[in-house]
């Protein structure tokens, strides 16, 4: 009995410790007609600091209404527990409370995802997904060409699904089936990052899910078992930077091994989208908190000398000296600017530079560390 009990005492703490882990502490004050009401518009008030966290302000302002209607009623499944900071004061006109209230940061995040209100404050990023049908050891997955579709569309498909769903803008099965068919008919065994990139960048891809599988079959009796390995990069095509790398894997039975192997196929390509959704949004959330590689595009501006004059403008502000061209060329020209500031300081310093230039620019479209902006 003791046993069971310290079991008892340590899966308790476990769970504890996990929903600690997930939330933050916020301190808010709430004004009502009765006591309780006031230290219930505290906790909701808690909540609302923690989705401004989240958001950007402008997202947040533009869709208030939807959130606060998203979120009602919602407070005991969004606060893990709140403490009451002093006595509920009487104002005069009603009552006053102010609390310390720990945020559920995951559950928060699932509503937010719900009303695709993430995706929207990154920019909507257009996502390509490439399938590298190379096996790490030479040759290709799949015995034949139908194999090697079936594969792709059992993983690709699984992971599009998942994207979709979650809010995200997927380019076309075809350009990306385009792309495994012409790795399988290279001689290469490694296709490197920068090719993914340079196809990414040719359909205007924001980022890409650059992955390749292993699979290990076994036939019995009544049929198959496979376990299927998955790698991933999520890239930016722009600077052909790896912004992350993760591996899933999935064992799975069928009527024959290559059933089995569709199905793990299938199955590792939902888990990696999961995996890769928390890398972009991680990744957008450590760049809008300042520190990073941002990218400007300048398009409509042929004179190379002009756009050299707008880079040296941009390098001439505070903590933007690190700023050079990528590529130029057909009227359009692509900056990298290391910097320690956020997104929106870059737009503002974009903006200064063109004002005291004489030009005038419009933001054609930003997505995390990347602005695309049209001289007028």
């Known amino acids: 009995m003791r046993t069971i009990s310290m079991i ?4 308790l703490v476990t769970v504890l410790l996990a929903s600690a882990a997930l939330a933050d502490i916020f301190k808010a004050t709430g004004r009502g007609k009765s006591e309780e009401g006031a ?46 900071e ?24 699932g509503e937010i995802n719900a009303l695709g209100l993430l995706q929207q404050a990154m920019g909507n990023p257009r996502i390509m997904i490439l399938f590298n049908p190379k096996l790490p050891q030479g040759g290709t997955l799949g015995l034949t060409r139908s194999d090697l579709e079936a594969f792709f569309d059992n993983s690709y498909g699984s992971m599009v699904d998942v994207f979709v769903e979650r809010g995200f803008d997927v380019i076309d099965k075809k350009s990306a089936e385009s792309f495994a068919i012409q790795v399988a008919d290279t001689h290469e065994i490694d296709v490197d990052v920068n090719k993914a990139s340079a196809y990414g960048l040719k359909y205007h891809a924001d980022l890409i899910v650059y992955y390749q599988t292993v699979g290990i079959g076994k036939e019995g009796y009544s049929g198959g078992g496979a376990k299927m390995f998955l790698r991933a990069q999520l890239i930016n095509p722009t600077t052909s930077r790896i912004i992350s790398s993760k591996d899933v894997e999935s064992e799975k039975f069928g009527g024959s091994i290559q059933e089995a192997l569709y199905r793990a196929a299938k199955d590792v390509g939902s888990k990696i989208s999961n995996v890769m959704i928390d890398s972009i949004k991680k990744n957008w959330k450590r760049e809008k908190s300042g520190g990073g590689t941002f990218i400007v595009v300048l398009d409509g501006v042929e004179d190379a000398e002009e756009a050299v004059a707008f880079r040296d403008k941009l390098k001439s502000y505070p903590d933007m ?23 929106d300081d870059v737009k503002n310093c974009v903006l200064k530079a063109a004002r005291e230039l004489g030009w005038k620019l419009k933001l054609v479209r930003a997505e ?9």
């Open 8 to 11: 008892s005492a340590v899966i």
């Open 39 to 84: 230290v219930g518009a505290a906790v909701a008030n808690a909540v609302d600091q923690a989705v401004k966290q989240m958001l950007d302000d402008t997202t947040y302002k533009k869709n208030k209404g939807k959130i606060a209607s998203a979120l009602k009623g919602k407070n005991k499944k969004l606060v893990s527990a709140y403490q009451q």
């Open 86 to 109: 002093g006595d509920v004061e009487f104002t005069g006109a009603g009552y006053e409370a102010q609390v310390s209230a720990e945020v559920n940061m995951r559950a928060l995040e």
């Open 321 to 343: 000296d690190n700023t050079r061209d990528r590529e130029s060329g057909g009227g359009k020209t692509t900056i990298e600017i290391k910097f320690g500031g956020s997104a």
């Open 368 to 376: 995390g560390s990347r602005s695309t902006w049209k001289r007028q």
